[in-house]
């Protein structure tokens, strides 16, 4: 998976992908318009998270696994403290995907 493309694995990527299945089952839209939809998709998400999210969050938890391909990290927490902006939460699981910012520009 290129690193722009992490975001098509999130629920609104997966939503989208869907979406453009369906509509290129049903004839409304051409193969390579859809894929020029995702990669449009791709671009947008890495600009908007950049300029328009500013929130900090920390992670405290057991790793039950992690992982570092291409300078793509992904941990697995269990019984995790998630902290954001309105305090300390407590959740059973969560999984982080993470990569340098430098790596989506290129």
């Known amino acids: 998976m290129a690193t722009l ?20 089952g049903d004839g409304i839209l051409s193969p390579e318009l859809a894929y020029q939809v995702l990669i449009q998709f791709d671009k947008s998400m890495v600009e908007a998270l950049g300029s328009q999210v500013n929130t900090k969050v920390s992670f405290k938890g057991h790793i039950r ?35 340098d910012s430098k790596l989506l520009t290129q």
């Open 5 to 24: 493309e992490m975001y098509r694995s999130s629920t609104i990527g997966m939503c989208l992908s869907e979406t453009l299945d369906t509509m290129v």
């Open 65 to 99: 696994y992690y992982n570092n391909v291409e300078s793509v990290w992904i941990f697995d927490l269990r019984n995790a403290q998630v902290k954001i902006d309105q305090g300390p939460r407590i959740v059973t699981s969560v999984k982080v995907v993470a990569c």
